[in-house]
């Protein structure tokens, strides 16, 4: 089975419950996920989504030795007294790697959360397209959820779950859900980094980021499959398996 909900607020009670069955994809193109999947590929060891800026800064004081960052957006803007941003670009070797990542954003996090009753919970983008593809090849029960905007639908989360849903397909038969029958239809084969990029351009998470002087954000979440990194979020222990193609990340 191969459901695709484009909102988190669309799943059922008795999904919700059927999710501990249920490997969860979920998806914030702009820019929670391919923020999350760039970190992981840069070399942070945890990451730990939380829903509110107090909850990240006492969580922060757990860790007294300095080996967190606090990442995030609020209006889509970094967080006054944080490390970092929401700017995939930004989450380099040199800033994150051996780092726990300490991370709330408007729409990403709150999908996270919503996913954590899934037997497993990965993140996924453009970026790492092929590499969450290969991750679920032995996958029966795949959901794939997209976080939205404040509540509604974007064009972004579901042209990539299009992306994932065509690809999936290619490997083997999986059972759609209605929504998934439709996303798959978005997404066209001959699609490059460079239609994606105009395409999230012209999307309303794209235009929000253009507006406030982000537009280089797009271009790198619309990079496709350059990342063989795929991380896994365990809610109970809050850590990535750093895994890279379904191969533990040394």
Avoid at 10 to 35: C, F, G
Avoid at 122 to 134: G, Q
Avoid at 137 to 157: L, M, P, R, V
Wanted: hydrophobic residues 40%; contains cysteine.
């Amino acid at each position: 089975m191969l459901n695709v909900y484009l909102l988190p607020s669309q799943i059922s009670q008795i999904e919700a419950a059927a999710l501990n069955k249920a490997v969860a994809v979920v998806i914030d193109v702009l820019r929670a996920t391919t923020v999350i999947t760039c970190a992981v590929h840069s070399g942070v060891r945890r990451f730990i989504p939380v829903l509110d800026i107090a909850e990240a800064e006492r969580l922060k004081t757990q860790f007294p030795d300095g080996s967190v960052i606090l990442g995030g957006e609020r209006q889509g803007l970094p967080i006054p007294g944080f490390d970092l941003g929401n700017s995939p670009q930004d989450y380099t070797p040199q800033r994150v790697a051996g780092k726990t990542l300490i991370i709330t954003t408007t729409n990403g996090t709150v999908a996270l959360h919503a996913a954590k009753t899934a037997k497993k919970i990965i993140p996924a983008a453009f970026v790492n397209a092929s590499a969450v593809v290969e991750s679920l090849q032995d996958e029966d029960n795949i959901a794939i959820i997209c976080a939205g905007t404040c509540g509604k639908e974007t064009e972004e989360d579901t042209l990539l779950a299009g992306c994932l849903v065509e690809r999936l397909l290619d490997r083997r038969h999986y059972r759609l859900n209605e929504t998934g029958e439709s996303v798959r239809r978005l997404w066209q084969k001959d699609y490059t980094s460079d239609s994606v990029a105009e395409l999230l351009r012209q999307s309303t998470g794209g235009q929000n980021l253009i507006r406030i002087g982000l537009e280089d954000d797009i271009f790198a979440a619309a990079q496709i499959d350059t990342i063989d990194t795929v991380a896994e979020y365990e809610p109970y222990f809050a850590q990535s398996s750093g895994r890279t193609a379904g191969v533990d990340k040394a």
